[in-house]
Structure formats: C-alpha cells, structure tokens
C-alpha cells in the first residue's frame, strides 16, 4: 500500500470511528443498522463532503427529521425551524445546503440573498407548504379583510409574501398571543389553529382564528388510542407533542412545543419512557444525545424529509443541478422577508 493510500484508510477509519460512536444508539433509521462496517461504508463521503464544505465556503444546516447520519456526518447546525432561520440569517457563508424541506431552503435564501442556497433534492416538499397558494391565500384575504395574516413557517415563498408575520413551532403561541388585531388569518396549518385557539382560550385572550385547510401527514395521524395504550403498557411513560398535532393529541400530551422544545423538555425532566409524536427523525436525535433515555416507537417517517441524503448533498455541493438552486422572484422576496423579519423583532 502506498504512503497516500495508507493515510486515506486511516483517516476513512477515524472518520468511521467517529460516526459510530454516535450513530451506535440510532435504530429508527429505515434499513438501516449502524456498526464499524456500515460507518466504514458512508465515512469516505462524509469527508468528501466536509472537504467540500471548506473548499466552497459552505454551511449545511439539517432539520432535525433528516436521516442522523447527515446531522452528525456533515452537518454544522441542526434544529428546529427558528433556530436553523437564524443560522440561515447569520450564515457568513457562500454557499448554504439546507437539509430539510424546500420551504426551509427558500426561507434561508430569503434570509441569506447573497448566498447560494442549494436543497439536496427538490421533491423534498411538504403537505402544509403545498396545501395553499398565493392566490388562494389573496382570495383569502378578500374575504377576511380586517385580518392580521399570519403563516405558519411551512409554507411557499409565495405564501409569506402575502401574510404579515411568520411565525414556527417555537412563537406560534406568544407571538398571535401579543398581536393587537382581533381577527387572525392563519395558514396554512389547520391542526396548529385548533391548538392555537386551545391556548389562546388557556391564557385569556379573545381573538378570532380563521384558518385554511392544511395538515401535516406525519402529525395528523397520531391517535388518541395510541396514547393510551401506551400510557397502559408503559407507567410514568410522557407524551411529548408537536403542536401541527391534532387538538385531542395536544389535550392529551405531557407537553407540547417544537422539535427543538421537546428535546428541552426530555432532557430536563426524568421519565421512565417517552413517546414522542413527531417525526422519528426526532427520537434518533435523542437517541444521540441523551442515550440513557427510553423511547416507546410510535414516531412517524416523513417521506419528504427522507429523500434527503448524503450523496445527494455531495452532488449539490460539488457540481449543482438547476433544480437543486433555490431561486426567487426579486419583488417577491423582498414582500416574503418582511414577514420573516416581523417574526424576529416579535420574538425577540
Ligand atoms: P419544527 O420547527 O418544530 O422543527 O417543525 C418543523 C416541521 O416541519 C414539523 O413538521
């Protein structure tokens, strides 16, 4: 073996070694069993990629649902929708892969116009996203003249530049709470506005929540039964919710927050086991960093969010395709970050 060859296998080990150690505790990756061969297997593209990121001037930022091997193979920033905003904002780089959805890419192109934001594959969509348009949100707001229009982080470029403030999982609470305006349009998360109208009753504050018809295919199809069969089979067992959950899942949950907010909330409390409804995405971040933890399965794959993957972000690092370039109309992405950067002065 050459001196050359002999260096790559050992950093190709090293490299695998590292991932093991954290993708040991990971078992809900579909097809998937983490070990020293199947680590052996994909270190020789994390470092290619990380190599890349240097070369390019890039940041890669990962949603917390993507496969665990991208968050802690190649990833610098990881989280929930908030937080990976205001990585995108604060981003000092040249290049961004957002690996995510392609909501969470055109809303870090907003925040970073002087960046190219690239998205490892463009089917990588969401149900909320796709369930309303700009248009249908204008006739929207022909109806409900008076509203405040707030959207939900899950939805189009198109979408934010109608709507006054953005809001995600981790304001949607505090912010419509403080709002002046009686009369809220919210899109385009039906579930999340019966969540909302449930907390808005909580705190005492009167307002009016109209809402459009979108829903998440991973959170809608939690159940009340699941719950309760696992409260049976599992004592002291808490449930932890996502709010794009429905209002009888919310009602039901321990707790209920962000991606990033459960996590908090698992890592500070002291349960015998959790079932966390969200996406399993979730319970393998978990796994990672709170291994002495118990999760009861019940967690859901997101299709959209597991088309991401590392091959792919090497080709939209190394060579990008079209349709891997997040590109958006002037005039409108000027309209869209105004909202974006509402929500950041309320949240503030
Ligand atoms: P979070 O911002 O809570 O991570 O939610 C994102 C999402 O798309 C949930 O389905």
Redesign the pocket.
């Known amino acids: 073996m050459s001196m050359l060859a002999r260096e790559n296998s050992d950093l190709v080990e090293v490299e695998a070694l590292r991932l093991l150690r954290l993708l040991m505790h990971v078992d809900c990756s579909p097809g998937r069993k983490w070990n020293m061969d199947t680590c052996r297997e994909i270190a020789p593209l994390t470092l290619e990629i990380n190599r890349l990121k240097k070369a390019r001037n890039a940041v890669i930022l990962t949603?917390?649902y993507v496969e665990p091997e991208i968050i802690y193979g190649v990833g610098d920033f990881k989280g929930?929708?908030?937080y990976l905003s205001k990585k995108a904002r604060d981003a000092k780089a040249d290049v961004i892969v957002f690996a995510g959805?392609v909501f969470m890419a055109e809303t870090a192109k907003l925040l970073s116009p002087g960046a190219q934001v690239v998205v490892p594959d463009r089917q990588s969509g969401?149900t909320l996203a796709d369930s309303i348009s700009g248009a249908e949100l204008r006739r929207l707001k022909a109806t409900y003249p008076d509203a405040v229009v707030v959207c939900y982080i899950?939805c189009t470029a198109e979408v934010k530049a109608e709507s006054d403030i953005c809001v995600?999982?981790?304001n949607v609470f505090d912010i419509v709470a403080g709002l002046t305006e009686k009369q809220v349009l919210f899109v385009p998360d039906r579930l999340m506005a019966d969540n909302l109208r449930t907390d808005l009753v909580r705190r005492g504050v009167d307002k009016e929540i109209i809402s459009s018809d979108g829903t998440?295919i991973?959170?809608e199809e939690f159940t009340a039964t699941q719950i309760a069969e696992a409260r049976k089979l599992f004592p002291g067992a808490r449930v932890v919710a996502?709010p794009?959950c429905r209002a009888e899942i919310a009602q039901l949950a321990d707790y209920v927050g962000?991606?990033?907010a459960m996590m908090d909330y698992v890592r500070s409390t002291n349960a015998p086991y959790y079932l966390m409804l969200t996406?399993c995405g979730l319970v393998s971040r978990l796994a990672v960093e709170d291994p002495e933890k118990n999760f009861i399965g019940g967690c859901r794959l997101c299709p959209y969010m597991k088309l991401n993957s590392l091959e792919k972000i090497r080709d939209a690092l190394l060579n990008p395709r079209t349709d891997q370039i997040v590109t958006l109309e002037e005039e409108l992405a000027g309209r869209a970050t105004r909202c974006i950067d509402r929500m950041f002065e309320l949240a503030a």
Do not use: I, P, W
């Open positions: 949603h917390s929930d929708s908030y959805a969401c899950n995600t999982s981790a998440c991973v959170h996502h794009e962000s991606t990033g996406e």
